[in-house]
């Protein structure tokens, strides 16, 4: 079984941290984000993943290589010239799509982070007979949205309506797809979008049906939300009474440290705290709701909630640090600073607080 991976373009809504790394690479739970997607292919069989990519590819196949042999599946990269849409994308990696076995392939929407139940949705699809099947998740503002609007029972989808002015539904699509090859011969190699253009048609005639996502679901293209999804990831890994969680009295709530991170005395660490390999938290020091990427040094009595702090940075003693703040990679804050909001770029010095949100160049 194949899959396609839309990668897509520069990750503008990340930065600072994707102008270090393009953003599937960007560490989401202490791997990067197209991992986790990566993982869960592998899993249900797949053997070929393509990534659909406009930005640095070169960046992302190298890195790739290293988890091509770790997993045993073949990675490779269909490369954009032009930014093609989220349908486009599969017309120009047709070939490396189709093969003689006529199977469905998954395509993924990279910035999308749940529990992944691909198996499922293999069985769903076979059941149905249709030519297409969509994951949708339940939203509490549809308004905000484009809905798929659906039979309860069968999942056959009716109609799609862009962010809905009165109640039509609480279901959107949440961008993992498994397609038959026929839909292939319904997209055109120009730049167009698979939901506006090709799944209308498709539900059109009666053949796209859709799938209630168990489980969790974020888009974590942005960093609100990408602390959001990590709260939900790792409220789900303890529900399946994962190991991989921190415990001890120092700890409240889910919290993940990588097992070369070191944490000193009396600090107070958690709730949705994610800590990077080789990362030394000084003691005294106060996390939460915050990822603390490979290499950090946190120094003593620093508090840092609701932010994320890039690669290699150091945060001095007595520092605060909140509200969305992020730190690019290699980011220096002086002792006793305040961050209310800063997004800090790469390689920067921090000498004196940030008052209010603002871009630090």
């Known amino acids: 079984m194949k899959a396609l991976i839309l990668v897509g373009g520069f990750g503008t809504r990340l930065r600072p941290l994707t102008l270090s790394v393009p953003k599937p690479l960007v560490d989401f739970a202490n791997k990067p984000m197209i991992l986790h997607q990566i993982e869960a292919l592998k899993a249900i069989g797949?053997?070929?993943?393509?990534?659909?990519?406009?930005?640095?590819?070169?960046?992302?196949?190298?890195?790739?290589?290293?988890?091509?042999?770790?997993?045993?599946?073949?990675?490779?990269?269909?490369?954009e010239t032009e930014p093609l849409g989220t349908a486009g994308p599969l017309a120009l990696a047709r070939d490396k799509l189709i093969d003689d076995s006529g199977e469905?392939?998954?395509?993924?929407?990279?910035?999308?982070?749940?529990?992944?139940?691909?198996?499922?949705?293999i069985d769903f699809h076979k059941a149905h007979g249709g030519e297409a099947s969509i994951m949708v998740t339940k939203v509490d503002e549809p308004s905000k949205y484009g809905v798929v609007v659906m039979e309860e029972a069968t999942g056959k989808v009716e109609k799609f309506v862009e962010?809905?002015?009165i109640f039509v539904g609480n279901k959107i699509n949440a961008g993992i797809y498994l397609l038959n090859p026929s839909v292939l011969d319904r997209i055109e190699l120009r730049p167009t979008?698979?939901?506006?253009?090709?799944?209308?048609k498709i539900a059109a005639e009666g053949k796209l049906f859709a799938m209630a996502l168990p489980g969790f679901w974020m888009d974590i293209g942005q960093p609100k939300d990408y602390i959001t999804g990590l709260r939900l990831y790792l409220d789900s890994l303890r529900k399946k009474s994962s190991s991989q969680?921190?415990?001890?009295?120092?700890?409240?709530g889910n919290v993940l440290v990588h097992e070369t991170a070191v944490i000193g005395d009396g600090c107070l660490i958690g709730p949705d705290v994610?800590?990077?390999?080789g990362c030394v938290v000084e003691s005294g020091v106060r996390l939460s709701r915050c990822t603390v990427m490979q290499g950090t040094h946190i120094k003593k009595h620093t508090c840092?909630?609701?932010?994320?702090?890039?690669?290699?940075?150091?945060?001095?003693?007595?520092?605060?640090?909140?509200n969305m703040t992020i730190l690019g990679e290699d980011v220096h804050v002086s002792d006793e600073i305040y961050s209310n909001g800063?997004?800090?770029?790469?390689?920067?010095?921090?000498?004196?607080?940030?008052l209010k949100p603002e871009i630090v160049m």
């Open 245 to 252: 969680l921190a415990r001890g009295s120092h700890i409240v």
């Open 193 to 200: 979008s698979i939901e506006k253009e090709v799944f209308p």
């Open 342 to 354: 800063g997004i800090v770029l790469p390689h920067k010095e921090i000498k004196s607080s940030i």
């Open 304 to 322: 840092i909630s609701s932010s994320i702090i890039g690669w290699h940075s150091t945060v001095g003693q007595w520092a605060r640090i909140e």
């Open 274 to 277: 994610a800590i990077g390999p």
């Open 46 to 79: 797949v053997t070929e993943v393509v990534l659909a990519i406009n930005y640095q590819p070169e960046v992302m196949l190298s890195f790739l290589k290293d988890f091509e042999s770790k997993l045993g599946i073949k990675i490779t990269c269909s490369r």
């Open 163 to 165: 962010k809905p002015k």
């Open 104 to 121: 469905p392939f998954f395509v993924l929407n990279s910035d999308v982070i749940s529990e992944y139940p691909l198996k499922e949705m």
